[in-house]
């Protein structure tokens, strides 16, 4: 079954605004992992937090593991933050990825 | 930071051809992944390997072969290649099965 869902699965943002990314998790994973893929296809590891709260810069990773579920915050948008963001969790030393959420954010 | 390089970075070949895709890390993980990533999806596991010798089958390994010949190096191998496989292919590694994953650059494949 699907193991990670995502939402939503895309987001249209004027720049300086808010978001919030929702990751919702179907096992009892112990690791949440998110990335972030450029529009040409690159991915980059924004945070592997397996519970809690991390901050990188604009960017707050939350995790909630006993309720399974996990969240990206990013404030004051801009439009270099376009692209589509995933996150993934693992199981049984396996990792399982959500569809993403595309995000655009416009000037 | 670990480093992991893909080669080729891009690939066309033909239907019932044979593609070999390398990929190489240089932070002495032991885990290394092969997935694909289609148009508008996440990713998907097709083989993953916890050393050199050893061979994991992911999610979607139909159609697909893969070997780790030293802890650096995995290749994916497409021996009759169907116009099914034309994807966007990652490989990634990690130190241990729940650990942080660190990918490649990604090799764009199309079959025609």
């Known amino acids: 079954g699907q193991q990670v869902q995502q939402s939503p699965a895309s987001l249209v943002l004027q720049e300086g605004e808010n978001a919030e990314l929702q990751c919702n998790f179907s096992s009892t994973a112990t690791r949440l992992q998110w990335f972030y893929q450029h529009p040409g296809g690159r991915l980059v590891s924004l945070f592997y937090?397996?519970?809690g709260t991390k901050h990188t810069g604009r960017l707050t990773s939350t995790t909630v593991t006993n309720e399974r579920r996990g969240s990206l915050h990013i404030s004051s948008s801009q439009t270099t933050d376009s692209g589509t963001y995933f996150c993934?969790?693992?199981?049984?030393?396996?990792?399982?990825f959500g569809d993403g959420t595309q995000l655009v954010v416009k000037p | 930071e670990a480093a992991v390089t893909q080669s080729p970075r891009n690939k066309v070949t033909v239907t019932g051809g044979n593609v070999t895709l390398s990929c190489r890390q240089t932070n002495s993980h032991n885990y290394m992944y092969w997935y694909r990533q289609d148009t508008g999806h996440g990713l998907r596991l097709i083989h993953y390997?916890?050393?050199?010798?050893n061979l994991q089958i992911g999610d979607v390994p139909d159609g697909y072969k893969a070997t780790r010949t030293t802890q650096e190096d995995f290749f994916l191998l497409l021996e009759l290649a169907s116009p099914s496989q034309t994807s966007l292919y990652f490989c990634?590694?990690?130190?241990w099965g729940g650990g942080e994953q660190y990918f490649g650059p990604g090799t764009r494949l199309t079959v025609l």
């Open positions: 990634a590694s990690s130190d």
């Open positions: 390997s916890y050393g050199a010798g």
């Open positions: 937090n397996p519970s």
């Open positions: 993934a969790i693992d199981n049984n030393n396996r990792i399982f």
